[in-house]
């Protein structure tokens, strides 16, 4: 009996130890499940957050970058705007190609811009350079977190400044919304195709930027000489406060446009 008696407790513990045993396991697989959700979510979030970073920074006010020279530019959406002021004539492009110089901070950059690809936009930007216009004018903005660019042309550096008008649509924007390094394209409030004037950015290291309801940015052209001397003087040394989109730790300013 007493044999019997301990059989039964023995079969009892070793029934008790298999359900601990049981019981962990399922927690530990409950808990696994969880932090696989969680995880899944997190990258979907920090994915969300970097997407809507991207268009957030494009989107607000006359600061937005534009796109660089790709193997194919994006169908212009239909202009639903109009230009305002005296726009200069798309005809001053010549519908050619323009060569010349970028002084920034004393560092020439050798650039080159397409008249026939972009014959609004280089029009305006010819006649602001050969005015004087962005002499002395500051690239108040500076961008390293995701985004790499460097925005220029606003006599009051702040990113609301331009001159006397304001012209659209866009013009020769790249299809993949991919802007290699050396780009030069106009700046634009987003989801409005007319509202450049002479804001302009240059990308230093190579940056998708998403189109919005306008479409993509209007490249000018492209830094063709300068641009690690220029990476190694400004925008390697950040931003101020150590932010990602703010004003550059080295104050920037243009010393001279030429082109012909």
Known sequence: MAKSTNQDRDARDRLRRYQARHEVHVRQLTRRKRDNVAA??????????????????FTQGPGTPEPAASASATPTPEATGENTGEVPDPA??????????????????GIQLDGAAAPQGVSAFLSLAQSGFYDG???????????FVLQCGDPEGTGAGGPDFRYGPVENAPADDLYPAGTIAMARQGGDAFSMGSQFFIVYDETTIPADAAGGYTVLGQVTSGLDAMKAAITDAGIVDGATDGAPVVPTTITGVTLQ
């Open 92 to 109: 001053l492009a010549e519908n050619r190609a323009w060569t010349g110089e970028l002084v920034i901070n004393d560092i020439p950059l």
């Open 40 to 57: 899944i979510i997190g990258l979907l979030v920090i994915a969300t957050v970097v997407t809507v970073a991207q268009v957030l920074y």
């Open 137 to 147: 004018t500051t690239c108040h903005r500076l961008t390293n977190g995701g985004f």
